[in-house]
């Protein structure tokens, strides 16, 4: 068998990539308009610093309310005796300035940092669990929630198994992070992904050929969190380890 050249490797890994986003029965070529975009976000925790950048990007552009976020950062600390300790102070909104030992009794022989939001489930199960439909897929592809309809309830915000949503105290509905949703429909990128010092955060579509999500996407080894709920996150990470939840 002849070898195969690097474009054909390139090919085949970013089909199988596709294939995790066009709905069961059909191919790429028979569904280019199901969704306007597969619009895909990735995080590369090599690369993550946790200085908060991010977050506080998120909060200014939002106008999240205090104490609530959309995207927060995550500090892991696995010990020698594989003891896993997660802090996230604010947020991570201020950086981490403590490296403590969490453990007295044990050294940490491991640390990193995990930037954390609503994930865009194609199989989402806050949309599921909705008695009024304020939560959604748009024709975008991106999970939205409807204000005008939301009524409060909370069974999203206990439904999400990634934590991302919660009841904003000032309206009294549903939110969470929309990928800066009236930034991304105008061709920009969102707010948190602008302001990363290391490029840790990563946002494209997956539908745009040539993009660079589709080039790392078909590149390097990605993961998302909780696979084992078969909810399709468009969130992916790169380098995630084992220890995080």
């Not at 300035?97 to 489930?121: E, I, R």
């Not at 993009?211 to 080894?221: C, D, F, N, Q, Y």
Request: with cysteine.
């Amino acid at each position: 068998m002849a070898d195969k050249t690097r474009r054909d490797i390139i090919k085949a890994g970013l089909g199988g990539m596709l294939a995790v986003f066009i709905p069961k029965g059909l191919t790429a070529e028979e569904s280019p308009d199901w969704f306007e975009h597969y619009w895909v976000y990735i995080i590369d925790i090599n690369a993550c610093i946790g200085c908060g950048a991010c977050v506080r990007a998120d909060k200014r552009e939002n106008d999240v309310p205090p104490a609530f976020f959309r995207t927060w950062v995550e500090r892991y600390q696995v010990t020698e005796d594989d003891h896993v300790y997660v802090d996230s102070p604010n947020g991570g909104k201020n950086g981490f300035v403590s490296v403590d030992n969490p453990a007295k009794d044990a050294k940490p022989t491991k640390g990193f940092f995990v930037p954390k939001l609503c994930n865009h489930c194609r199989h989402t199960p806050c949309a599921q669990v909705c008695p009024v439909n304020a939560s959604y897929i748009s024709p975008q592809g991106v999970v939205l929630v409807d204000k005008q309809r939301c009524i409060g309830c909370g069974y999203c915000v206990q439904a999400c198994p990634y934590g991302s949503r919660y009841i904003d105290p000032r309206t009294h509905t549903a939110d969470k992070c929309t990928w800066c949703f009236h930034r991304i429909t105008k061709g920009l990128q969102p707010a948190c992904v602008t302001v990363c010092p290391t490029g840790a955060r990563k946002f494209g579509d997956l539908k745009e050929k040539g993009s660079e999500i589709r080039k790392i996407l078909s590149t390097a080894l990605t993961n998302v969190l909780k696979p084992e709920l078969n909810t399709e996150p468009f969130c992916f990470y790169i380098g995630i380890d084992k220890a995080v939840r």
